[in-house]
């Protein structure tokens, strides 16, 4: 069993952590609910304590600091707003917390070094929260690539939208748009599709996990949000040059997707697979084999969560890192978590996007 912390108000998460895991078929793990944690005031995390019916023995804090003084928390999960995500990390590393630290990891790569540096200085767990790629359907559909299903993969294209009306919805104090939270597409949704790419194309590429190669090459687009600054709206092209696979991620704040459309398609020489749903929480997915003809569906396959959201399962394989003594994880390591932020990085500096010198310090 794993004693968590939260020091933020990730209701979805605070919940899937209670859901009982052997409704997913789970019988090795579980968590407790340890303590919660507000910046501002205890009734406020009190509030939020109610809010998710958590049971009457998890610990409310009115600071952060009182949360990370607690024995009994082991590991502390992390979704503060992204310029807030470096220091509040670094406190709880120092405090001897093992951490899961909400995507974008940090605003910048400077910043997520630091803290690989600290938490592997100090024989820490640290991770990237990308949840997506603990989902039952990535396994599978990492195993089909590997079975060949689609012969040698050659490009992903993901999309990852809101379809959301900007300006009535978000004042310039929302997160999404604020720079001084490192609000923009880029960092709160882009980062979808390019895990999607370095899972694929890099992770699981020809050369393998682990393998010093070259930096992608990156090509990049971004539109501005013009009262503040942000981007709405990203493409970003990654182009590994030992494989010769390119990936394509876009993102958008304002662009409404059409659901019944694939947020990801992993095209090989033979085929292609198709991921149904937002690239975030992927439900479903059909093989297409190309052949004489015209190409067909082969396959379908629904991956429906069974009770919750699905943020479970990255919990999950932090308990099973925790309980082997693993300080990293292999299906989301720190070094890919560097890259993908370096990725970032160049993105902004190619389009002229900075945030508040606070805010990038490391």
Not at 33 to 44: F, G, I
């Amino acid at each position: 069993m794993v004693n968590w912390g939260i020091i933020s108000y990730c209701s979805e998460f605070a919940k899937n952590l209670l859901i009982d895991p052997s409704t997913r078929g789970v019988h090795d793990v579980t968590h407790n609910l340890a303590a919660v944690a507000s910046s501002t005031s205890l009734q406020k995390a009190q509030d939020f304590l109610s809010a998710i019916n958590a049971p009457p023995n998890t610990t409310a804090y009115g600071s952060y600091e009182l949360l990370l003084a607690d024995p009994t928390v082991e590991i502390v999960y992390i979704s503060t707003p992204h310029s807030h995500h470096f220091q509040n990390a670094r406190a709880a590393l120092l405090a001897g917390k093992h951490v899961l630290l909400e995507k974008a990891f940090t605003v910048n790569a400077a910043q997520a070094c630091a803290l690989v540096q600290l938490a592997r200085g100090k024989r820490l767990f640290l991770m990237e929260a990308m949840w997506t790629r603990f989902f039952p359907l990535m396994q599978y559909v990492r195993q089909l690539i590997k079975d060949g299903a689609i012969g040698v993969v050659q490009r992903v294209v993901a999309d990852r939208n809101l379809g959301r009306d900007v300006e009535t919805l978000y004042g310039m104090e929302h997160r999404l748009v604020n720079p001084a939270l490192a609000g923009g597409a880029l960092l709160d949704l882009a980062i979808y599709p390019l895990t999607w790419i370095f899972q694929i194309l890099y992770h699981d590429g020809p050369l393998g996990s682990g393998t010093v190669r070259p930096p992608p090459h990156i090509s990049s687009s971004l539109v501005k949000y013009t009262p503040t600054g942000v981007d709405e709206t990203a493409t970003v092209i990654v182009t590994f040059p030992e494989s010769k696979t390119q990936g394509i991620a876009t993102a958008s704040l304002r662009v409404t997707s059409d659901p019944t459309d694939p947020g990801v398609r992993i095209l090989g020489d033979k085929g292609q697979i198709q991921i149904l749903g937002p690239a975030a929480r992927p439900l479903s997915i059909a093989v297409v084999a190309y052949g004489e003809g015209s190409p067909k569906i082969v396959e379908r396959k629904d991956f429906k969560i069974p009770v919750g959201h699905g943020l479970f399962w990255e919990a999950d394989a932090c308990a099973r890192y925790l309980a082997k003594g693993n300080t990293e994880s292999d299906l989301m390591p720190l070094d890919e978590t560097l890259l993908i932020m370096d990725v970032m990085d160049r993105v902004r500096e190619e389009n002229g996007l900075r945030y508040p010198a606070d805010v990038e310090a490391h």
